[in-house]
């Protein structure tokens, strides 16, 4: 859509093949209270979905074993349960995260301390050595995740198979699509965590105040800026599923992409927020607060309805169809993330057929969207410029 393009001249980064390393050799030792609390606590909030865990193990990674009880229920009534289902790459509904605390106000380093700051100096350690330690111990939990999934690997799909034989003898059918897929769900596990270990990088105190910034300022900000007639759809995600949203050329339920439901998006469907409920997409489906900041973060897709009853509905249902932004690109807005990415989502996208200029830095976005705004209220251009469908004509020369 040409008011929302940028000319920017992009040359599209070459996509690198993840290769399977096996078991990795953690640099830091880390014990089963790290894992736990790391991994799975407030600052994984958008990847703990796939994480091992012990409270998760039997529930989560396979299909109960039900060789020993599936004799005692009588064959026209039994129900074997299936194997619990992960997030998949573009679900995005999960609890608020949690912060992680920044560095101790009351401890600074003495090199960097103005003149006559009278905070303790004695006891703190260099920025760069607190952000090196959190790097070296998050990515040591990063590769003992990976290590577990690997290891559990055969004895699941040894569980999976002696279920599935027990479905047929009892029942005399093929059991279910998607039931015990215990090893699926851990090769989806290894297959994130491997993709985590490729983008994880330490990070920095500039790093985490800018992650706040959008966190606290974007929401606020898009909803002052944006002409209030405009039903933009916000759909957040950590960086490896917008990887993975890209690569698909859209948005989709998981139903229609995995054959199985991961959230409550029903086929044919996909959950988005509105500018005035963007603080939760961005607070929680972003990836801003995940694994310790110690990965980018995430992207924003910035859509539009397809037509006036859909631009209704999903302002309050929070729910709009599939959409392929190659064969829809009108739809697509933006696809916002943080500077350090641009240049790699951007290749991403131009591999994808889609618009790599539609890749923007989330600030700028909210200021292109302030110009078009005042356009508007200038009868410069009018609501329907920016639209994909056709307003009614009621509507059509709204000024704003």
């Not at 194997?83 to 509904?93: I, K, L, R, S």
């Not at 002696?162 to 897929?181: C, D, L, Q, S, Y």
Request: net charge negative; glycine share 4%; aromatic share 6%.
């Amino acid at each position: 859509m040409p008011p929302f393009e940028l000319n920017r001249t992009t040359t599209p980064l070459p996509l690198p093949e993840i290769e399977r390393p096996g078991h990795f050799t953690p640099a830091v030792e880390i014990t089963p209270e790290d894992h736990h609390e790391e991994s799975v606590g407030a600052s994984a909030a958008d990847l703990d979905a796939f994480a091992i865990t012990p409270e998760d193990d039997d529930e989560a990674m396979a299909a109960p074993d039900v060789t020993e009880t599936v004799a005692a229920i009588e064959p026209d009534t039994a129900v074997l349960p299936a194997a619990a289902n992960v997030q998949d790459d573009q679900d995005d509904e999960k609890p608020p995260a949690a912060r992680v605390p920044e560095a101790n106000d009351t401890n600074i380093p003495a090199e960097t301390a103005p003149a006559g700051d009278t905070r303790t100096t004695e006891t703190a350690a260099p920025t760069t050595d607190k952000y090196a330690q959190q790097y070296a111990r998050q990515r040591a939990i990063l590769e003992s995740r990976h290590n577990n999934a690997t290891s559990r690997m055969e004895p699941a799909k040894q569980r999976d198979e002696t279920n599935k034989a027990a479905w047929r003898t009892i029942r005399g059918t093929e059991p279910p699509e998607n039931t015990f897929n215990g090893a699926d769900v851990l090769e989806r596990t290894i297959d994130e965590t491997e993709a985590l270990l490729e983008v994880c990088r330490p990070s920095s105190a500039e790093d985490v105040d800018y992650r706040h910034q959008v966190q606290d300022r974007l929401g606020p900000t898009i909803v002052a800026d944006m002409p209030p007639e405009l039903p933009l759809r916000f759909h957040g995600t950590n960086i490896i599923r917008a990887k993975n949203v890209i690569a698909s050329h859209g948005l989709s339920s998981s139903v229609d992409r995995l054959g199985y439901q991961t959230s409550y998006d029903v086929s044919g469907q996909v959950s988005v927020a509105t500018a005035e409920t963007l603080d939760t997409s961005l607070g929680s489906y972003t990836g801003l607060n995940d694994e310790n900041y110690c990965v980018p973060p995430g992207c924003l897709f910035v859509m539009l309805p397809d037509s006036p009853q859909e631009a209704e509905n999903s302002g309050t249902t929070m729910i709009m169809r599939n959409i392929d932004f190659v064969e829809q690109p009108e739809q697509l807005v933006g696809i916002l993330t943080a500077p350090e990415n641009i240049p790699t989502v951007q290749g991403w996208a131009a591999e994808a057929g889609i618009n790599p200029a539609t890749v923007q830095e989330f600030f700028a976005f909210a200021g292109q969207l302030a110009d078009i705004k005042k356009s508007i209220a200038a009868g410069e251009t009018t609501l329907q410029d920016y639209l994909p469908y056709q307003l009614p004509k009621t509507t059509r020369t709204t000024r704003v």
